[in-house]
T-cell receptor
Framework: GQNIDQPTEMTATEGAIVQINCTYQ??????LFWYQQHAGEAPTFLSY????GLEEKGRFSSFLSRSKGYSYLLLKELQMKDSASYLC??????????FGKGTRLSVIA | DTGVSQNPRHKITKRGQNVTFRCDPI?????LYWYRQTLGQGPEFLTY????????KSRLLSDRFSAERPKGSFSTLEIQRTEQGDSAMYLC??????????FGPGTRLTVT
């Protein structure tokens, strides 16, 4: 089967670091995406991991372990504007993205 | 602004009516996807075009739903005989070659 799981909600303090985990199960796998989605808006691309390891892009980093079916998104120096839903999604071949339900992150002062 | 536009942004309709949504992709993007998203869920795939050819349809796409992409440019998604369960955000995403999908702002449908 095809499954993707991530926590429903998380809360973190402004200036802190937060890690959002994502686990997936699929028979075919090309890569793992992370998208950010503010309430009422469309998802915006954050990162794409194909190979194992950590990809760093400014305050955001994403990690992938293909053997474990596991990824995480790391957000550093949290800002209030980072309050949003974070969606992980996997890609297999030319098929459409399969999204998790999203993790709603609340950043508090 | 990703360059993908969708119209209308909001649509309120009565149950049983037909609605049509439009997506205008980034001009050189040959792949176009439609997703549906309900509150608290991630986007769910509905259908996918490569140029004008509809290559895949989800089981979510009942026979009340139809999508077209004439000439491989803009796309329309029509829902006939709408039901309250059709209330959702309908998202269009386009891509060309690489892996990144660019999402439009979505059309929020409310069926009363």
């Amino acid at each position: 089967g095809q499954n993707i799981d991530q926590p429903t909600e998380m809360t973190a303090t402004e200036g802190a670091i937060v890690q959002i985990n994502c686990t997936y199960q699929t028979s075919g796998f090309n890569g793992l995406f992370w998208y950010q989605q503010h309430a009422g808006e469309a998802p915006t691309f954050l990162s794409y991991n194909v190979l194992d390891g950590l990809e760093e892009k400014g305050r955001f980093s994403s990690f992938l372990s293909r053997s474990k079916g596991y990824s995480y998104l790391l957000l550093k120096e949290l800002q209030m504007k980072d309050s949003a839903s974070y969606l992980c999604a996997w890609l297999s071949g030319n098929t459409p993205l399969v999204f998790g339900k999203g993790t709603r992150l609340s950043v508090i002062a | 602004d990703t360059g993908v536009s969708q119209n209308p942004r909001h649509k309120i309709t009565k149950r049983g009516q037909n609605v049509t949504f439009r997506c205008d992709p980034i001009s050189e993007h040959n792949r176009l996807y439609w997703y549906r998203q309900t509150l608290g869920q991630g986007p769910e795939f509905l259908t996918y075009f490569q140029n004008e050819a509809q290559l895949e349809k989800s089981r979510l796409l009942s026979d009340r739903f139809s999508a077209e992409r004439p000439k491989g440019s803009f796309s329309t998604l029509e829902i006939q005989r709408t039901e309250q369960g059709d209330s959702a955000m309908y998202l269009c995403a386009t891509m060309w070659g690489s892996y990144e999908q660019y999402f439009g702002p979505g059309t929020r449908l409310t069926v009363t």
